[in-house]
């Protein structure tokens, strides 16, 4: 029997299924989405479900091969482990890392930044006061401890989606009528003409990334409880929840609003609830704010847990990986994470570079896939893993299709 001294000196399993799950619903659904439905309307019209519906499939081939690679190799720092064990390669799995380390350091920074504009609305503060005491808050918030930090997430995770049930709510009579209109056929694209399919697969680009999230899961394994069992659950759940709601949302909205006034709104969801229900929506504007400041709480776990994972793999110096027998999280790599989301948010202006983010995750997605589909090639069928597994076109697909989507921001951005 262990004494617990080992164990001291560990990332502590604590995470159960449901705060895992709300983890990566949290992850997930963020302010992005109170925008993104009126861009998808835009680009897909009446068709913007079925857009949904695409990007969601498309996402579902990596979230698979996530699954069975969070499952086989239950580690922090995951998909630089999951792309060596696939490759054998230390320099490539350090480049992932870094790439998935950067991406969301970027990405709190730039959250950072903006939230200080709504900071100012409540406290006037200085700028440099108020990006510090903010980086503060949510570096202590994470190093009091994974459950404690994910229970945080969770609640207001949970904040988040009662917007989302609020439009619901006021859309559900649209949603009860549309078997008795027989209007089901039209938002699988039943119908549609070669013409508005260029649209429709627009919408689906741009509807991809409201599903991005799911990935983040594999960075917490390490704390979750039985991850061989809970983590493909957990990121199954995740995309089923999302791909709900927001399919949900896109068929209330252009059932509401045209797709010409969604497109052109700021604030799709809050002119939606608004001409659902003639009430104010400010309520919809303060919890996307909230959503914000999720997003980073999100990314300084996720960061801080690739940078441990990183040095627990002996491809970074040993202090990132000290954790604290106090809380047992990584202190250094915290400290770390949520210092240099500070002096970027502080001393450098983000926005380009965080915008640029995309391309990473989808070449981070694009190798995950890939070392996949050469561990299935190089295993023999006695060989093959217990647990979750899915079949060799599953990442092969996955592959195919996040490299097809960076080739085509690529050349958009031409």
Known sequence: MPD?????????????????????VGVTVGAGIYVLV?????????????????????????????????????????EAVYVFEGFKRAWLSLAVGFGVLITGTLSAAAIIAGYVGYLRLIFDLPDFIAVTALTLIL???????????????????????????????????TLFELPAQGALSSLWGAGASSLVWPGIWAGALLA???????????????????????????????????????????????????PETLGQSEAPLADVFMALTGSDARLLGLIAVLAVLNGVLIQLIMGSRMLYGLADQK?????????????????????????????????????NLAASTSYVTLAVFTLVNAALVHLKLMQSASAKPDGFTVPLWVPVTGAAASLGLLLINAAQAL
Not at 4 to 24: F, N
Not at 219 to 224: I, S, T
Not at 232 to 248: E, H, K
Not at 319 to 348: C, D, E, H, K, S
Request: net charge positive; proline share 5%.
């Open 38 to 78: 009126g861009k998808v309307a835009g680009a897909a019209g009446l068709y913007a479900p079925l857009a949904f519906l695409l990007a969601a499939l498309l996402a579902g081939f990596t979230a698979c091969s996530y699954a069975e690679l969070s499952a086989r190799f239950p580690k922090s720092a995951g």
């Open 208 to 258: 991809f990334y409201a599903f991005i999230g799911f990935e983040d899961l594999a960075n917490v394994a390490e704390e979750v409880r039985d991850p061989a069992r809970n983590l493909p659950r957990a990121i199954a759940l995740t995309l089923l929840v999302t791909a709900v709601f927001y399919f949900s949302i896109v068929v209330i909205a252009i059932r509401t609003l045209s």
């Open 4 to 24: 617990g001294t080992e164990d001291r000196h560990r990332l502590k399993r604590s995470l159960s299924l449901p705060l895992t799950v709300l983890y990566g």
């Open 139 to 173: 570096a202590a918030i994470v190093i009091w401890g994974i459950r404690e930090s994910v229970a945080v997430a969770s609640l207001i995770t949970l904040i988040e989606l009662s917007g989302l049930l609020m439009v619901v709510w006021a859309g559900s009579g």
């Open 315 to 351: 491809w970074l110096p040993g202090p990132f990986n000290y954790i604290w027998p106090r809380t047992q999280t990584p202190v250094i790599a915290i400290a770390a994470v949520a210092g240099a989301a500070w002096l970027l948010a502080v001393f450098f202006s983000v926005e």
